[in-house]
């Protein structure tokens, strides 16, 4: 079947948890959707799905995706062969698929990896959504970069060379992925004298959201969570100690 008799694959994004961070366009791509799918934790609740919840029409079919969090990519790799099977059979026979996806599909989002898998038979639509990053600078008040400042963004898990040449070359950085690398991270940011100007965001726009000195961050950080490393970082957390 020819990509115009398919049905549309639409990668959503929803912005870091606040539902009312989610765009117009989403919104309206969302509630006129006859079948959603969305990654979940195997036997746990998809926060993709509660961020849209109150969106979602009456009588929309659901295709939940269980992701493993799991260091082997592997497992991961299965649950979104399967996945976009299923997604496939859907556009195939006619039928749009909205896929919804925490802050914006295409930066560190769970819609890329389908959107590799079937992006060469369907037609796909991407619907940017506010990034976690970009919500933790808005709720702190700091501008990350102006002029020609460099802003780096950076995975954790980096070997800590490869974080250390990336953080010296920026003018900004945003180190994600934290969990178990936190208590490796701080005392890389620390040999190099920047806990002054480090700030820990976690759960950015969601219940139980914290801005922290990196200092007193916890160890292992949780999944939602990011260290923010900004010239004006410094003043803040002067002006809340």
């Known amino acids: 079947m020819s ?4 049905g549309t694959l639409y990668g959503i994004g929803l912005g870091p948890g606040d539902a009312e961070l989610v765009t117009l366009k989403a919104a309206r791509l969302i509630g006129a959707a006859r079948l959603v799918a969305y990654p979940a934790p195997p036997g746990g609740e998809s926060l993709a799905r509660k961020i849209a919840a109150g969106l979602l029409a009456e009588g929309t079919r659901e295709i939940a995706i269980e992701v493993p969090m799991r ?4 497992p991961a790799q299965a649950a979104y062969d399967a996945g976009a099977a299923r997604i496939a059979e859907a556009l195939g026979a006619g039928q749009d698929v909205v896929f919804l ?11 890329m990896y389908l959107h590799a898998r079937l992006s060469a038979r369907f037609a ?17 008040g700091l501008p990350l970069v102006a002029r020609n400042e460099v802003l780096s963004l950076l995975p954790a898990p980096l070997d800590d060379s ?3 040449a990336a953080i010296r070359r920026a003018d900004a950085v945003a180190i994600l992925k934290l969990g178990r690398h936190l208590g490796r991270v701080r005392a890389l940011i620390e040999r190099l004298g920047l806990t002054r100007r480090a700030l820990y965001v976690e759960r950015v726009s969601m219940a139980g959201e914290r801005l ?4 007193e961050a916890p160890d292992p950080a949780p999944y939602f969570s990011m260290i923010l490393l900004t010239k004006g970082a410094d003043t803040w957390l002067r002006t809340r100690s």
């Open 124 to 140: 796909v639509e991407v619907v940017p959504g506010v990034t976690s990053l970009s919500a933790a600078s808005a709720r702190a």
């Open 71 to 74: 260091v082997a990519r592997a």
């Open 101 to 111: 996806c925490e802050g914006d599909p295409l930066l560190y989002g769970s819609f």
């Open 162 to 164: 490869a974080l250390e």
């Open 3 to 6: 990509k115009a008799k398919s």
């Open 212 to 215: 922290l000195p990196l200092a």
